[in-house]
């Protein structure tokens, strides 16, 4: 099939980003790097869990890492992830603002 290669990858970003927690991370991501302990705060739950989340999305090629000293940064690895995210505002929180409004994390 024409495309396959770009079709499979697509497929696997989109399944990274099928979560609640990981929508939750690029939500936080777009302001800049953050570490595990920060998005854990932001988001609630284990440090064990937010890291299966982040893992995942680094597996597929959603984020990378710099690390500085002991602590490790989380980011986008490419910014155009925040073009999906305005789509899925405007499709599925027309009437709404973002799921994660500062103020509800």
Do not use: W
Not at 10 to 26: D, Q, S, Y
Not at 49 to 62: P, T, Y
Not at 83 to 91: A, H, I, K, S
Request: glycine share 4%.
């Amino acid at each position: 099939m024409k495309y396959e290669q770009e079709i499979q990858q697509a497929v696997r970003c989109l399944k990274a980003l099928a979560h609640p927690t990981r929508l939750g991370i690029l939500y936080l991501l777009r302001e800049g790097e953050k570490t595990v302990c920060e998005l854990q705060n932001a988001l609630g739950g284990t440090q064990s869990n937010m890291s299966q989340h982040l893992s995942i999305m680094r597996e597929r090629d959603v984020l990378c890492t710099r690390k500085e000293s002991n602590l490790v940064y989380y980011a986008i690895k490419n910014q155009e992830v925040f073009e999906l995210l305005d789509v899925f505002q405007r499709v599925f929180c027309k009437n709404h603002a973002l799921p994660f409004d500062d103020e509800e994390i």
